[in-house]
């Protein structure tokens, strides 16, 4: 089996393109119920444009979303969760809570579906619904088959939560099930110290494997530092607010799968998991529905495995049909992608978003062209609908007002005559650096993109934001650490 990153919804990608029992090991860490949207913020690498926020997924609910899962869970859902589902509704009606549940519930029965008999689900939530999601997989899986509730430490108290009136929380809940009795588990142990020896016991070689990891309050507070790596989250970190540790993920992985085993991850973000699987030897399967996420895990995986790391990415356009349809369907995910093509950002920040809320400020490219090594940009406009001259007039009217040095815009629909010669009105950009004109006003067609091959001009970007932070490389298991020196 070959390693797949899907782009798109992990409903539909998994009815159609997941078989029944075909994965060992499921983590998913689905958005928490928790009603706010999170942000990738980007950071210009000079240090001179203020950062933009964007938003990178919403974890709000609206019922009238649910109402189609709900109503197909009651007409072909098993009789179990029909009756569950139809109880939560009595109970809590149709709000966003109840469009959450629908939602992961219709996800939940998939999940159960393509796990093998020997499989396991590791569900990472928060109390904003674990109360409620375990009913849900005690119906799905059975109770008989609840292992534990896992307690995730999160991280150090500090800020508001030491002065709030209340107790302070401090923990996501990891519930853990299996499919049926036969089920992988390895247990994990910290190795004793050298010096070890058991109260009373005289024959050393007799020493149990070591303390489980899961009993960190009996290793000292380094060893238990050194173990979870709390310390090097940091180092970690790409950006994605709801990132998780790779450490936590290796636990689990190496807990209840083998090398070779099928890893999925339905819920991917910035592929915590996909990078843990891939350490470790394991095949996976990793979905999002953001393009921002699946960009982020290729670049991730780049950095830190380089070409070792084989597999397919399914679900981006790669013809015109396709982006269109990508156009159709969501009007900001069309945006992330077509600046992509390109290396633009998106533009957001107070600023930006103030600025691009009037004047079609999409996306920016920055470049260093000036003696003094002074930032750049392109100012980039998409339009995935209908377009015309006058949108050329208004990019470059926004170029000049905001002093850019060139605009780009990119339509879905092909440019008529007229754009293109109110374009090529526009003059051209000189380029100190590189010695050359570029033209100031410049129109990419999706269509000619993959047709035609068309691209472009544009001189080199500065490098990458800070929401595509090189991530760190990383040493499989079982390889020579020394023949990954970089020398
Ligand atoms: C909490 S984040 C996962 C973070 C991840 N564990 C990590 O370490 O980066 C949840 C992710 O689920 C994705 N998501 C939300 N709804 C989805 C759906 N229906 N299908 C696929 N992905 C979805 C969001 O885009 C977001 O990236």
């Not at 075909?22 to 203020?50: K, M, T, W």
């Not at 569950?84 to 579906?113: C, D, Q």
Request: glycine letters at 6%; aromatic letters at 10%.
């Amino acid at each position: 089996m070959e390693n797949i990153l899907y782009y798109g919804d992990n409903l539909k990608i998994m009815r159609e393109s997941i078989e029944d029992e075909s994965v060992d090991l499921v983590y998913l860490d689905p958005p928490f119920n928790s009603q706010a949207d999170y942000n990738v913020i980007f950071r210009d690498e000079l240090g001179e444009a203020p950062p933009a926020q964007k938003k990178a997924f919403t974890d709000f609910w609206h019922w009238p979303e649910a109402v189609d899962e709900y109503e197909d869970l009651l007409e072909g859902g098993p009789e179990r969760i029909r009756r569950l589902i139809s109880g939560f509704y009595e109970i809590i009606g149709p709000n966003p809570i109840m469009a959450y549940l629908v939602k992961m519930t219709a996800r939940l029965i998939e999940i159960h579906r393509v796990i093998k008999r020997t499989g396991s689900l590791y569900l990472h939530c928060d109390p904003s619904a674990s109360h409620y999601l375990k009913i849900i997989l005690d119906v799905i899986y059975d109770k008989k088959n609840f292992r534990r509730e896992i307690i995730w430490r999160i991280g150090w108290v500090s800020g508001f939560k030491t002065k709030t009136a209340n107790w302070i929380r401090n923990h996501d809940t990891i519930l853990y099930y299996v499919k049926s009795g036969g089920f992988t588990f390895n247990k994990q142990y910290f190795p004793h110290r050298a010096d070890y020896k058991r109260r009373g016991q005289v024959d050393a070689t007799a020493k149990t494997p070591g303390i489980p990891i899961e009993d960190v309050w009996n290793i000292s507070k380094e060893e238990r530092l050194n173990s979870i790596q709390i310390m090097s989250f940091s180092k970690e970190k790409l950006g994605y607010a709801t990132q998780k540790p790779v450490a936590l993920l290796e636990r689990i992985i190496k807990s209840s799968s083998n090398e070779g085993d099928i890893i999925f991850d339905p819920f991917c973000g910035c592929g915590t998991t996909i990078e843990a699987a891939e350490k470790l030897n394991r095949k996976w399967i990793g979905i999002d529905i953001t393009y921002h996420a699946v960009n982020l895990i290729t670049k991730r995986l780049n950095d830190a495995f380089g070409d070792y790391c084989e597999y397919r990415i399914i679900g981006i356009p790669e013809d015109y049909p396709s982006a269109r349809a990508l156009a159709d369907q969501n009007k900001y995910e069309f945006q992330w992608w077509a600046l992509d093509l390109i290396g633009a950002r998106p533009a957001g920040g107070v600023e930006e978003k103030k600025k691009g809320a009037d004047l079609g400020i999409d996306g920016v490219y920055p470049f260093i062209d000036d003696e003094d090594r002074k930032s750049k940009i392109a100012i980039v406009s998409v339009k995935g609908g209908r377009t015309g001259p006058k949108d050329v007039r208004d990019l470059l009217g926004t170029v000049e007002r905001e002093k850019a040095a060139m605009g780009v815009l990119i339509t879905l629909n092909p440019p008529t005559k007229r754009m293109i010669v109110e374009a090529a009105a526009a003059g051209s950009y000189q380029s100190y650096v590189f010695n050359k004109k570029y033209p100031k006003i410049q129109i990419l067609n999706i269509k000619d993109y993959f047709e035609k091959k068309e691209s472009v001009q544009l001189p080199l970007h500065t490098g990458r934001s800070i929401a595509f932070k090189k991530a760190q490389k990383v040493v499989k298991e079982g390889e020579d650490n020394q023949n990954n020196l970089q020398i």
